[in-house]
């Protein structure tokens, strides 16, 4: 089983505009709306691959029917805790002249011991030897950054595998933990490392360090455009861009993430999963909104997908 962890879900509002003038009143020509926050997406393209998945953690009561009806009409098994207030909008702006992408993420709510011991109830009563468990996405404002760290620590003692995707000091603090898989984009790569992007090279001697001085098993940094590198142990690759007509990025790192989950569970090889990964990402970004990929167009982008060893 697939298990993902939100702890600061989204509503996400994608509106489309021909150009965004800052100071003026803009007219959107269409817009769409999607339960969000990267768990919940990994959940959502999980689920369209065909795979079985629960999405866990926390939901604001107030908006809660919105996100819980969505997940219900995917077919989507979610355990949530429920806090008081709302669950953010993230406002996804896409600029279709320019092909300009911009995000205005909100900090969410805010929650309390109490929310905090439910969920570790949950934790404690859920996955198992074996399961995957995908942890994602900022924390609620109030929130312990070192809540990953211990949540990461709990699920490694049961010898469930555990993916993480987060950024900034939560990020940092959560990797003490081990986790078995990461998928930093390269911002987030950067806050860790004072690395060029541009030199492949270095990028895979960092993501090593993080191999054998961190214990993580496999790094797979996304470049947006420009592709992805995936480092384990023996391995280095790295997936070359695809020129596709993007619709919108948001969640494509989140594609990335669901396809290694599924291709773990599925006991892919390392480079069919990592191709698969770029292919599931490539899918999306040609999905409006926040809508998971199908899997026949998981299958055509797999054939686009060229690998290149590295290092
Ligand atoms: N404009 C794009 N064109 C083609 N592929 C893209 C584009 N943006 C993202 N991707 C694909 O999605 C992956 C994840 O995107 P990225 O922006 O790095 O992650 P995140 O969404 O986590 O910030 C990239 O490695 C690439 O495979
Ligand atoms: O938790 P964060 O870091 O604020 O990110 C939340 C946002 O990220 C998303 O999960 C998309 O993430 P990716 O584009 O990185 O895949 C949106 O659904 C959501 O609005």
Redesign the pocket.
Known sequence: MIYTLTLNPAIDMTVYINKLEKGQVNRSSFYMLDAGGKGINVSKVVKALGGETVALGFLGKENSDYILKYLKRFGIKNDFVFVDGFTRINVKIVETEASAYTDINQAGFEITEKDIQNLFDKLEEVPGKDDIFVISGSLPGNCDEEIYFEIIKKLKQKDVVVIF?ADGNALKKGLEAAPDVI?P??YEFKSLFDVDERDLNSLVLCARQLIFEKGVKMVLV????N??VYVSKNTALF?K????E?KS????????VAAIAFGIEKKMSEEEMFKFA?AC??A??AQEGVRAPDKNSVQQCFEKIELERLG
């Open positions: 995707d998928k984009n390269i996304s470049m947006g455009e592709g992805a997936a861009p695809v020129k596709t993007v990025t948001t969640g494509a790192g989140d594609s990335m770029c990402a490539l999306k970004v």
